[in-house]
């Protein structure tokens, strides 16, 4: 409960002091506050972003507040910072610097959503609540779809063997020859053939 009151505590902190964060460790303020107006220009994915530098520096640990990250990705004859990366969660990352409030599009597979999160250097456990459901939902939707299609691999083998007992022994020795013949794995000799 209290990681929760913490969360809410650091969005309102936020909306009144923009820049502001609680550090977890020592429960003290720190504000960034922007005394220049020197703005970063970014290409992601083809997608331009243009923000603040206290903007990038209001989550100090981000890469996006990392100099020599940052100079890995500049390209000096187009004065921005480029990376083949998805735009639309850039979007959400550089949405939630801003508000501190990490809402994430809704048509995004959560696999390709947890590798952005982590090379932006964002923890799953930033989330919004209501977008953390359909973040979420691949997990589950991936353990059913291999569960059913072990289901499935199991009901054909066990098809399969209940035919192999009824037919007849002619029929058998056909189905093995097949094997034989189309299946190089079924046995040494197969693989000799």
């Known amino acids: 409960m209290s990681k929760e009151r913490d969360k809410v505590s650091a969005h ?7 820049g502001s964060r609680i550090n977890k460790t020592n429960k003290k303020i720190t504000v960034s506050t922007g005394t220049s107006n020197e703005t970063f220009i970014f290409n992601v994915g ?6 603040y530098r206290s903007t990038l520096t209001s989550l100090p640990f981000s890469p996006l507040a990392d100099e020599d990250f940052l100079k ?8 921005e910072y480029f990376f083949d990366r998805d735009p639309d969660v850039f979007k959400a ?17 959560g696999a390709s959503v947890k590798t952005e999160l982590a090379f ?10 209501c977008c953390w459901t359909n973040y979420s939902s691949w997990t589950s939707t991936l353990e059913a779809l291999r569960k059913l299609e072990k289901d499935r691999k199991g009901a054909l083998e066990h098809v399969a063997e209940s035919q192999y007992l009824s037919a007849s022994r002619w029929q058998r020795i056909r189905q093995k020859a097949w094997v034989f013949m189309n299946n190089p794995r079924s ?7």
């Open 72 to 79: 890995k990705h500049y390209r000096e004859d187009k004065k």
């Open 12 to 18: 309102v902190l936020h909306g009144l002091l923009p």
């Open 120 to 129: 932006w250097g964002m923890e799953e456990d930033e989330i919004e609540e």
């Open 93 to 109: 990352i550089l949405n939630y610097l801003r508000t501190g409030e990490l809402h994430l599009p809704a048509c995004h597979c």
């Open 187 to 193: 046995s040494l000799w197969a693989q000799v053939n």
């Open 46 to 51: 083809g997608s331009r972003f243009e923000t």
